[in-house]
């Protein structure tokens, strides 16, 4: 019972039926060719491209209810080689007329042959409706971009992206020689302004005799945010830097990249795993022999993917020798939100020799009780050539908990001062900034008897009877694992697994 209406005014006898109605459709535009109820009005493809752009546009109107909607524009094109290629871009018409256009790179000098369709879509598939005769059209090289001169060499393109996605930033510059006495050592230099404001610049060196020639440069750019980049070409003279062009700041938007996924297990993620400087997944380096450092060194990258993801965390390191002797270390960390966080471990490795490694990331996954495995890594070969001191082999192969530190400060005019404080080591194994963050616990302790501009030192006795000076990390990591063995043979001697531990002592002077 639906009635057919046409979607524009019709001067139509009224003895003549829908059949004609299609072909009397009044719509004020041109009709250059029409079939199935569409109407071909206008056609616009250039004779001669001379910027490397081709951009053809028909121009197109539906007169019936059932005149195709979704339809496509395709060009062919034949190269003056004889090489085809062709584009296409699909478009849904509405009532209106419509112009639908293309736009495609012609670089190739020489004559083309262009042959344009419009076609209709027809349960996936595109069936021609009209087809123009075949245009000929001519192609010029566009003429270079000059964006400056100096010093013989002619600036012709710059490419500096204005998004980055990866992480990386990939800028390029294209040059041309225009004398044959311009400078051949040459630099591209990147200056960038993160978005918390510091500086930072790279820069790379190129030899280059060519006429036409590239300089690029890739940088990470990790940091989200709008950065500002400036570019700088310039000649290297015996090591120092003479500018020729200074390409002004142009602005940068860069997003954090895609987090990595290593492995999943439920809802936790492993992002990422470094080993002595070896980032996983090392399949080129697990057997082979790897020269490392006299410090194991191992941090893994976690992320939490849901609320009811595991929150305690552990990354255990076992080391394997020649002897077959097997030793461990393990580190725990609370990790509560949803962003990656990583969990760092250092440990010795006593003797020269081939060791093998392998790490494992654990976790409470909810009964309290005990840790379990949630991710085994493939073993790694380290090849270590020089052994550890005594001393850097009381290094931690354990985890370190919350130590209570009393210090004592003898004064002239007060005699001694004892001042005693937790510090917080449970959530990391060895840390950059652990003299840092002590001096500051002992300046807040003794804030009365000490000065913010008084200087002082920090001494222990160590099992030799000694006083050791404490001034750098690894010195209160020493400290710090001396004081844990003297906790561990109270605790063995006493029976008790965990026996009260006493303070670790440590004397304050002035200097």
Not at 49 to 70: M, Q, S, T, Y
Not at 128 to 134: A, K, N, Q, R, S
Not at 273 to 296: E, H, M, Q
Not at 446 to 461: C, D, M, V
């Amino acid at each position: 019972n639906a009635v057919k209406m046409p979607l524009q005014p019709m001067t139509l006898p009224a003895d003549e039926g829908d059949s004609k109605a299609e072909e009397h459709c009044d719509i004020g535009l041109p009709r250059l060719m029409q079939k199935d109820a569409l109407v071909l009005c206008g056609i616009d493809i250039p004779e001669r491209v001379n910027e490397g752009l081709l951009r053809v546009i028909v121009a197109l109107k539906r007169v019936w209810h059932d005149a195709p909607a979704d339809i496509a524009l395709i060009v062919r094109d034949t190269l003056p080689t004889g090489e085809r290629r062709a584009a296409a871009v699909y478009r849904t018409l509405g009532e209106e007329a419509e112009a639908v256009g293309l736009e495609v790179p012609m670089t190739e000098a020489g004559l083309h042959v262009l042959t344009v369709q419009v076609a209709k879509k027809i349960d996936g598939e595109l069936v021609e409706v009209f087809l123009i005769e075949d245009r000929l059209l001519h192609v010029e090289n566009p003429p270079a971009p000059n964006f400056g001169e100096s010093r013989g060499l002619c600036l012709r393109g710059i490419d500096c992206p204005t998004v980055v996605k990866d992480g990386m930033l990939r800028c390029i510059v294209a040059l041309e020689r225009l004398d044959l006495d311009s400078p051949v050592s040459l630099a591209l230099i990147a200056r960038n302004r993160l978005p918390d404001g510091t500086t930072r610049a790279a820069v790379v060196r190129r030899y280059v005799e060519d006429l036409v020639f590239t300089l690029g440069i890739e940088v990470p750019l990790t940091e989200a945010g709008d950065h500002s980049v400036e570019l700088i070409v310039a000649e290297d003279v015996e090591g120092s830097l003479v500018p020729i062009f200074v390409i002004p700041n142009r602005s940068v938007f860069a997003s954090n990249p895609p987090m990595p996924r290593l492995m999943e297990s439920g809802s936790v993620v492993l992002c990422g795993v470094d080993i002595c400087g070896t980032r996983f997944p090392w399949s080129s380096y697990c057997n082979a022999p790897y020269t490392a450092p006299c410090k194991l060194n191992a941090t893994v990258a976690l992320a939490r993917t849901w609320d009811d993801a595991p929150k305690d965390f552990a990354l255990l390191i076992r080391c394997v020798a020649e002897n077959g002797e097997c030793k461990s270390a393990i580190v725990r960390r609370d990790i509560k939100g949803l962003i990656p966080a990583t969990i760092g471990l250092e440990a010795p490795l006593e003797a020269a020799g081939t060791y093998v490694i392998t790490a494992y990331v654990l976790a409470d996954l909810g009964n309290g009780e005990h840790l379990e495995e949630v991710f085994a890594l493939p073993s790694l070969t380290l090849n270590v050539s020089a052994a550890l001191n005594s001393r850097e082999i009381a290094h931690p192969t354990f985890a370190i908990e919350p130590v209570s530190i009393k210090i004592a400060l003898v004064d002239a005019g007060n005699g001694t001062v004892i001042r005693r404080f937790t510090f917080p080591t449970a959530e990391r194994f060895v840390s950059d900034g652990m003299f840092d963050e002590l001096i500051s616990a002992v300046r807040s302790s003794f804030r009365l008897e000490l000065s913010p501009a008084s200087s002082f030192r920090l001494t222990y006795t160590d099992d030799e009877g000694d006083d050791v000076v404490v001034s750098s990390d690894s010195e209160v990591v020493d400290a710090l694992a001396l004081h844990h063995l003297h906790h561990r043979r109270n605790s063995d001697a006493s029976g008790a697994s965990s026996a009260p531990g006493r303070a670790l002592r440590m004397s304050l002077t002035r200097v």
